[in-house]
């Protein structure tokens, strides 16, 4: 279940607000039914129509970019950067799954499936997530490793994380990380190191679930096969 507004924004209708208008002016039926203040629950398997025209979604789409750094991970940006979705060519009103901040790069999806998207973003739904985090200092390798008990961020404690030290180069005095978490909150990454005293210089998701950047370049994408949507369905159901 979802809100309707919702529900009808993503079906690439018209925008959520404007579907909130709709909504409001006694012009959305679900199953017969009209549906004339917000708050309202649905579900993508309900009837709805709108000023006597029944909806029907768009054909869903699913890309899977590989981010460059220098792009924000949003439909638009108020000091009109470039975003993900001027990247990639599609008819569809794609948004992004979560967020990779401007200057990390790296596996990002974009899809116009609301209950995917839903599903895969929700905390309790633990989708694994790994990053290579390069720090511009010699770590103390026992001291990230304690990562994996987790820290303190924004007054709660971090989930799950599994922590691979990949390369400590002396001569540049610099050090590659492995993360692998499963929660997804605002900078977790640079938060978590921010935590036990190392600055993140650089940073690049590798993996999604069981989803890679193999075979892509940075800035170009691919769209997901049937078989790998049916594959994420079911670790976000799990
Ligand atoms: N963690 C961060 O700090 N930034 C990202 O972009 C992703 C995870």
Request: charged share 30%; with cysteine.
């Amino acid at each position: 279940m979802e809100r309707l507004q919702k529900i009808i924004a993503n079906s690439g209708y018209c925008s959520r607000r404007k579907a909130e208008e709709l909504i409001l002016s006694g012009k959305v039926e679900v199953n017969g039914v009209i549906i004339n203040t917000l708050g309202s629950r649905a579900s993508y398997s309900d009837t709805i129509v709108i000023n006597g025209v029944t909806l029907k979604s768009e054909s869903k789409e699913y890309i899977l970019l590989y981010k460059p750094r220098g792009v924000v991970s949003s439909v638009s940006d108020e000091k009109g950067r470039k975003t993900v979705v001027d990247i990639v060519e599609s008819k569809n009103r794609l948004y992004p799954v979560g967020r990779l901040d401007y200057d990390t790069s790296g596996l990002l999806i974009l899809t116009n499936d609301g209950e995917l998207t839903n599903l895969l973003i929700h905390p309790s739904h633990e989708v694994e997530k790994v990053y290579i985090v390069k720090v511009d200092e010699i770590v103390n390798p026992s001291l990230v490793k304690s990562l994996e008990k987790g820290v303190i961020i924004g007054g709660k404690k971090t989930g799950r994380a599994r922590v691979k030290i990949k390369k400590i180069d002396k001569k540049k005095k610099s050090s590659l990380i492995e993360l692998t978490i499963y929660e997804g909150r605002n900078h977790q990454v640079k938060k978590m190191f921010e935590a036990i005293g190392y600055k993140v210089s650089k940073l690049k998701r590798e993996r999604f679930a069981f989803l890679t950047l193999d075979g892509l370049s940075s800035g170009e994408y691919r769209h997901l096969n049937i078989k790998e949507v049916k594959k994420l369905y079911a670790i976000a159901k799990k």
